[in-house]
């Protein structure tokens, strides 16, 4: 899942002091005037109330998602953002139906947002209608080619139509862009198909696409998967130079010997 990027991080502080000597300096002009009376700062000014989006941002992130709904309906209609996150929202509730009318609302108010377009393909991904799930995601990457949340949902809905080479074609692409794609993303993302096939190509080919990125203890996990779920052999991931990296790691080492591969 777009992902409310996904936005909700608290800004760093940094504090500053600084220190000033001056040396004596003696006048022979007139002397010092009186001292003036102290300034007076203005009193501060009241904050202005949050706003609707704000409020449900709040609430949101705070996983009261349909508290944060109902204050979003209250937000000006004629929102693209809001209507986008009223979307997540729905979809973090498993309400694809209101989750898919809420995206398309926000396309019609602002056609050429890529994270909307991409939140689309994950609602009709988890419908399991892929066919449109992979042209919305080609359709958003049209609009930002250099998405690595995009390609990465592209590759794992490839993968799930058994196109196994296109989909790590993606994933490299993606991981090019974001070495740290695979790991946990507030943008919406596809979910894990629901073969056992289809889960244990998806985790396998994660496995590359960890090793490459250097996330060896994650990858061995993405294989422990895939193995579990039928996709692959110890024979065959032993004979893949793509994991020649992770020899001499006593748990890559362990999860072979566990399966009876020397």
Not at 6 to 26: D, G, I, K, Y
Not at 92 to 103: G, K, V
Not at 197 to 210: I, P, S, V
Request: proline share 9%; charged share 20%; aromatic share 8%.
């Amino acid at each position: 899942m777009r992902s409310i990027n996904r936005h909700r991080r608290l800004p760093a502080m940094a504090m500053f002091t600084a220190l000033a000597t001056a040396a004596p300096v003696a006048f022979s002009q007139s002397p010092a005037p009186p001292p003036t009376a102290p300034l007076q700062h203005p009193p501060a000014q009241p904050q202005p109330p949050p706003t609707p989006e704000e409020l449900g941002d709040s609430l949101f992130a705070h996983q009261r998602y349909q508290a944060a709904i109902e204050t979003y309906k209250k937000a000006p209609r004629d929102s693209a953002s809001v209507w986008n996150k009223m979307g997540i929202a729905y979809q973090m509730m498993y309400n694809m139906q209101d989750a898919t009318r809420c995206y398309q609302v926000s396309l019609k108010l602002n056609p050429g947002n890529a994270n909307v377009v991409n939140n689309l393909g994950t609602v009709y991904d988890s419908l399991k209608q892929y066919g449109a799930a992979e042209r919305m995601y080609r359709r958003a990457l049209k609009l930002d080619p250099k998405s690595a949340v995009i390609l990465k949902n592209l590759g794992t809905n490839l993968l799930s139509q058994h196109q196994y080479k296109k989909g790590w074609e993606a994933y490299q692409a993606a991981l090019a862009i974001d070495p740290h794609i695979f790991e946990n993303n507030t943008s919406p993302m596809v979910e894990n198909p629901t073969s056992h096939q289809d889960r244990g190509a998806m985790n396998f080919y994660m496995a590359k696409g960890c090793v490459r990125a250097g996330m060896n203890d994650r990858a061995i996990e993405y294989l422990r998967m895939a193995l579990n779920e039928g996709f692959t052999t110890p024979r065959k991931i032993a004979a893949d130079s793509e994991f020649n990296r992770l020899r001499g790691i006593p748990a890559f080492e362990q999860l072979l010997a566990a399966q009876g591969t020397p």
